[in-house]
């Protein structure tokens, strides 16, 4: 029976943008299972408004780019992960993957379809909001009914070791023939950004509907402590309200002249109550902490409507951990054979006709080209139109291997999902998905499917292990002022034997 261990880094925290390397060693004289290990990151997280309020509020994870600029990509949880590195004590280097947040980034898109998405969204960092719904925190306990308080609790980011190292697929690894074995990470934490979720001046765009945050008129006289939603709601899960949250809320007093006053105020919602019964089924009732407005006799209440307030929000990594597991039984290995990943950088300096020679080593049986946008350096999207990469071919030792071009563009060719079937066939990948458009996280889930989002593009081969190395040829065409070839990063999938 295994048995469940926490390692330690050996680095201390806070990790930030500038101290971002984590290393573990697997103590030797055991064997570990690490297709369920992951890397744990343990974050805190503190929020505070101007007021000096403990209200809670909603946030979400964001992607920077290379300059500093918040994008709206989704990002996978192991894009965290820059590169990687696992060596021992008896063998030296194992593996050493370079930019592995791009390579994961684009192999989860394929072998990952929607329902692979979905399930495990409860574990994302980076959240999309689904069909209907609102998009939540992840580490927020969020309460949409009653009188309990929603709370903030520390959060742990949970990085698989298979999404950074191919040995990870293994059961046991022999690290009692391995003996101390380091695996090392650089994270990415200065393209992680945390920002404000619902905040003010966002009632249109993230509260899921305007006509949600537009409240009922009221004539009740006297202290004004409630608000009921114009709107009906079939779920709450479509409700953008939380108990423990600040609203600022406006509208006008009118009198019997109909004469209208503006108000003005901030107050925090102390309960929540889903009306099942009544002219007002399916309404949400908001009771706040004290009264924001009096009516005396003949005046009311009228256009109320209620939006987010500010809050200032950060997050900090302050433990990094491995969790793994050591196999119950141990199992008699001679030598190990495994795949892994050998990167090499290069930059196309935006020519719309690229053609360029590269090495390839002569145990490589794959090759993944990988051609990251500039926005985000991580997500392989053929431009705004789709004409960045119209078509492309590939030629190994002066032999093509297509009789023609591969389309790849708005409208991809056969031989482009073939070429695709063909690479993730020859990985041992599963190909789930095919639909290659870039998953925003303003838009919600279900605009992958109402919106057009910006295509993904993907260009990888087969190869033939020789006993020398290869030369192989890329050309890559693109539209005229379409962007052209920039960053490239070439993952060659490389079979390795080592004797123990």
């Not at 959060?155 to 101390?180: G, R, T, V």
């Not at 431009?383 to 071919?393: I, M, N, P, V």
């Not at 030629?395 to 991809?412: E, H, I, M, S, Y």
């Not at 990888?460 to 962007?483: C, D, E, F, H, Y």
């Amino acid at each position: 029976m295994n048995s469940a261990l926490k390692l330690n880094a050996l680095q201390s925290g806070p990790f930030t943008a500038q101290k971002n390397l984590v290393d573990v060693i697997l103590p030797g004289g055991k064997q570990y299972d690490l297709t369920k290990s992951y890397l744990n990151l343990v974050c805190s997280m503190s929020q505070s408004d101007a007021s000096g309020t403990t209200a809670t509020y909603n946030w979400e994870a964001k992607w920077k780019s290379p300059s500093g600029v918040v994008q709206n990509n989704h990002f996978d949880n192991s894009a965290l992960v820059k590169n990687c590195r696992m060596t021992s004590d008896t063998v030296g280097i194992l593996e050493d993957r370079r930019r592995n947040d791009v390579l994961i980034q684009q192999l989860k898109t394929y072998y990952n379809n929607d329902d692979d998405f979905l399930g495990r969204r409860y574990k994302d960092l980076c959240q999309v909001s689904g069909q209907g719904s609102i998009k939540l925190a992840p580490n927020i306990e969020f309460f949409k009914e009653g009188s309990t308080k929603s709370r903030v609790s520390d959060m742990q980011i949970q990085i698989p070791l298979k999404d950074c190292f191919e040995l990870a697929n293994h059961s046991n690894l022999p690290c009692d023939k391995l003996l101390d074995t380091r695996l090392s990470f650089e994270l990415n934490l200065d393209k992680f950004a945390v920002q404000q979720y619902q905040g003010a001046g966002t009632r249109t765009a993230d509260f899921g509907n305007v006509k949600y945050t537009e409240m009922a008129d009221d004539t009740t006289v006297g202290d004004v402590t409630t608000l009921t939603t114009k709107q009906v709601f079939e779920d709450l899960g479509q409700s953008p309200y939380w108990v423990n949250q600040r609203l600022d809320i406006s509208g006008v007093i009118r009198d019997a002249s109909a004469v209208d006053v503006s108000f003005n105020e901030q107050k925090i919602i102390s309960s929540i109550e889903w009306l099942t019964t009544g002219a007002d089924k399916g309404k949400i009732k908001l009771t706040m902490d004290s009264a924001f407005t009096t009516i005396v006799a003949t005046k009311s209440m009228r256009d109320v409507v209620v939006d987010g307030t500010n809050a200032t929000i950060s997050l900090s990594v302050n433990e990094a951990e491995l969790i793994l597991e050591e196999s119950g039984m141990m199992e008699r290995q001679d030598e190990l054979v495994y795949s892994t990943y050998l990167n090499e950088e290069d930059n196309g300096n935006s020519l719309t006709t690229f053609s360029r020679l590269y090495n390839c080593e002569e145990n490589a049986f794959n090759l993944l080209v990988c051609l990251p946008d500039e926005d985000t350096d991580l997500i392989c999207v053929n431009g705004t139109s789709a004409t960045q990469f119209e078509d492309y071919r590939i030629r190994v030792d002066n032999v093509d291997l297509t009789n023609r071009k591969v389309v790849a563009g708005a409208n991809p060719s056969p031989l482009y999902y073939d070429r695709v079937g063909m690479y993730m066939l020859n990985a041992n990948l599963p190909l789930r998905n095919l639909i290659e458009v870039e998953k925003r996280t303003e838009l919600g889930w279900d605009a992958r499917y109402t919106n057009t989002p910006k295509k993904l593009f993907f260009m990888g081969t087969p190869l033939a292990q020789t006993p020398q190395r290869k030369l192989v040829q890329l050309s890559i065409n693109g539209a005229s002022g379409a962007g052209g070839v920039k960053s490239i990063q070439l993952y060659k999938q490389v079979v390795k034997q080592v004797k123990l």
